[in-house]
């Protein structure tokens, strides 16, 4: 991992940084702002628009103002986090190709940020990640925090679900996938899928020594395998620098485990049964 400088005054919380921009920015132009809220106001009175529309701008104007500072404070956290970490930040990053069941949910996919780096020899990377379902009044956003890692094995594309995580129960229902049978004391926090008759291949991975590994960390997020790429996902964004070590150290901790696997992990497609779930 190579060496990078780190700022002197780290960012510890999205809010913290946020709050910070925006007292600076007040002071530094908030006057910008009062006389455009004044003129916005004698134009809406000028205008004869309601009062609760003469009431709502000056309080819309800030929170788009607020929200702009938030932005910033979150560019800021990921290249900090990026950089202490000899990474790279990426403002970019496209999911069109992601062959994950996460990203076939709902509308409007979005990555917010993303972090690109190694670990211990594995090209690893992490992104902020949201899509939305329905609309209207019934539109819901769905927000994760996403770890992907690259191993040189292939693997059939498997599915272990954490019994806390029941986003994507009916995903499972709908497309009929085969459901493991796991030892007595896994069951309860585990459910593991993979495609028919791959069922050998996917107990080869999730062997019991890992499901304990998974037990013993208390892990509570999703793993999904496919095309030789690990995904974590973890529901909810990062709010902290000190929650996002914490999230990455165990995650850290499960490559180390599963690389001597994984990395030499093959199998060979059985007949004309699909390996993808």
């Known amino acids: 991992m190579q060496e990078s400088s780190l700022p002197e005054t780290p960012t510890e919380t999205i809010s913290g940084a946020t709050n910070v921009i925006f007292k600076e920015e007040l002071a530094s132009s908030g006057w910008k702002i009062a006389v455009g809220i004044v003129l916005l106001e004698m134009v809406l009175f000028y205008l004869q628009a309601p009062f609760e529309i003469l009431f709502i701008a000056p309080v819309f104007t800030i929170s788009l103002?607020?929200?702009?500072?938030?932005?910033?404070?979150?560019?800021?956290f990921w290249k900090e986090f990026a950089q202490s970490h000899g990474w790279f930040y990426e403002e970019d990053k496209s999911v069109s190709d992601e062959k994950a069941l996460l990203f076939r949910q709902?509308?409007?996919?979005?990555?917010?940020?993303?972090?690109?780096?190694?670990?211990?020899?594995?090209?690893?990377?992490?992104?902020?990640?949201?899509?939305?379902?329905?609309?209207?009044?019934?539109?819901?956003?769905?927000s994760y925090t996403i770890f992907e890692i690259k191993f040189i094995g292939a693997f059939p594309h498997l599915y272990l679900n954490n019994t806390k995580n029941?986003?994507?129960?009916?995903?499972?229902?709908?497309?009929?996938?085969?459901?493991?049978?796991?030892?007595?004391?896994?069951?309860?926090?585990?459910?593991?899928?993979?495609?028919?008759?791959?069922?050998?291949?996917a107990l080869a991975i999730f062997s019991p020594d890992t499901l304990q590994f998974l037990l013993d960390a208390k892990w509570s997020y999703d793993l999904e395998l496919v095309e030789s790429e690990l995904i974590i996902v973890r529901e909810s964004h990062i709010l902290g620098?000190?929650?996002?070590e914490a999230v990455l150290s165990n995650v850290c901790g499960l490559v180390d485990h599963l690389s001597p696997k994984l990395n030499r992990f093959r199998f060979s497609p059985i007949g004309d049964h699909p390996s993808n779930l």
């Not at 607020?66 to 560019?75: D, P, S, V």
């Not at 211990?120 to 209207?136: C, D, H, I, R, V």
């Open 65 to 76: 103002w607020y929200g702009n500072a938030r932005g910033k404070a979150e560019i800021k």
């Open 106 to 142: 709902g509308d409007g996919p979005t990555v917010l940020h993303a972090v690109r780096g190694v670990h211990n020899g594995q090209p690893l990377s992490l992104f902020e990640y949201e899509y939305t379902t329905g609309s209207g009044k019934y539109k819901t956003t769905y």
């Open 166 to 201: 029941g986003n994507y129960l009916n995903l499972f229902e709908t497309l009929r996938l085969s459901k493991l049978s796991l030892p007595a004391e896994f069951e309860k926090k585990f459910v593991l899928y993979a495609p028919k008759e791959y069922e050998i291949e």
């Open 241 to 244: 620098r000190a929650e996002l």
